[in-house]
């Protein structure tokens, strides 16, 4: 282990990742429909060309009330399987992998593009009132109902039923995005759920729906195709409900039990966070937690933008993956610029030879 640097690669189940940078979700609020297209498989393709070895797709919902925005990506019909297979098949032919992240909003749902300011459009004027685990309203921008038992168990079939789905198109690997406020956040923060029945109140009922969640989709997917959850590791409030680090470890434990492979350790969701708390690699610590008393893997996510810096990181055995965003959009070819700067010898498409 010692030896491991960013271009050492990692097994996971059947799953061969040639080194140990990810592209993170992001959002482009570039669909119709639910539909990825042209915009997405450029986007997401030429980060492959760059040399990631794995691109986790933005959120995609899982069903139509699961989406945050109405340009958000879907995969609950097989229209939409088709577009993904298409850059499923591109990332694939260029020695990376690709994971869907799934996800439901919740509360966070009904929301404009940002490019009209991510306004909540109400059910007048085409939305709808979001559901969440509690009647729950952050801000002006949040309203929502609690959803019933009913209404619980249909948006875990959604998320077993989108999971069949993404075997289909042909991903190598799924990601649950559990963080950042949405949905399953919603749930297992009781600084926003507030129910009394079997998904509110102990530790133990409100992580019950990821959980449950979790269970039914190994049960769905191949035994040797990982699954990744991203979690919220606190919820950088002070308020007694919060969720804290020491939740997020018991979390992880148990969601290791129940056959997850990787945790991503991101935080927050809930309330704008101060700039002044986010500096480089903020959030690495929560991995290294993480990692230090589970024994999961880990994937450590935030300002991380430098080759040397995302080294650091594996090599000190703080996380095993590199996951980054907005770095990756300043520049796709980022792992490319990272060998070459690392001097680690990596497979260059041939036709960007003469540039690296
Ligand atoms: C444009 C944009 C869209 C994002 N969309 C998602 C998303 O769909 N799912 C998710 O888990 N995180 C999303 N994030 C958060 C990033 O994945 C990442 O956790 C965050 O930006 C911190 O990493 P960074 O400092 O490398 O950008 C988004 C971030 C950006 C900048």
Redo the contacts with the bound molecule.
């Keep these: 282990m010692a030896n491991n640097n960013l271009f050492t690669p990692l097994q996971i189940r059947g799953l061969e990742l040639k080194n140990r940078i990810v592209v ?4 482009q609020y570039s669909a119709t429909d639910g539909l990825v297209n042209n915009w997405h498989l450029v986007h997401l393709g030429s980060r492959a060309v760059g040399g990631a070895a794995l691109i986790i797709t ?2 995609t919902a899982v069903s139509p009330r699961g989406m945050n925005t109405p340009n958000d990506t879907g995969i609950w019909n097989d229209e939409q399987v088709n577009a993904w297979k298409n850059v499923v098949q591109f990332v694939h032919e260029q020695g990376a992998k690709i994971a869907v ?1 799934l ?1 439901h909003s919740g509360a966070k749902g009904s929301h404009s593009h940002p490019r009209d300011g991510m306004k909540y459009i109400s059910a007048e004027n085409g939305g709808w009132l979001p559901k969440s685990a509690s009647p729950i309203k952050l801000d002006d921008t949040y309203h929502s109902e609690a959803l019933s038992v009913e209404e619980i168990a249909d948006i875990r079939s959604s998320f077993v039923n989108a999971a069949m789905r993404a075997v289909t198109a042909g991903f190598d690997s799924i990601e649950l ?1 559990a ?2 406020g949405y949905l399953f956040h919603q749930f297992y923060s009781s600084y926003v759920n507030r129910r009394d029945d079997e998904y509110g109140g102990s530790f133990e009922r409100r992580i019950g729906l990821l959980v449950e969640t979790v269970k039914q989709i190994r049960q769905v997917i191949p035994e040797d195709m990982p699954l990744f959850v ?1 979690i919220s590791a606190v919820d950088y409030l002070e308020d007694d409900d919060a969720w804290r680090i020491e939740d997020s470890v018991k979390l992880s434990r148990i969601l290791k039990e129940n056959g997850v492979d990787v945790i991503t350790a ?1 935080a927050g969701g809930f309330v704008f966070l101060d700039k002044s708390r986010v500096y480089p690699s903020y959030q690495v610590p929560f991995a290294e937690k993480i990692k230090s008393e589970t024994g999961i893997i880990t994937g450590a ?5 430098s080759p040397e810096q995302a080294n650091e990181i594996i090599t000190s055995n703080k996380a095993d993956l590199a ?5 990756f ?1 300043r520049d796709p070819y980022f792992p490319l610029r990272a060998a070459a700067k690392l001097e680690k010898d990596i497979p260059v498409p041939f036709q960007y030879k003469r540039a690296f």
């Design positions: 993170s979700p992001m959002q933005e959120a992240q996800w995005h963080g950042h991203r991101s996510v935030g300002a991380i933008t996951v980054i965003a907005r770095e959009l």
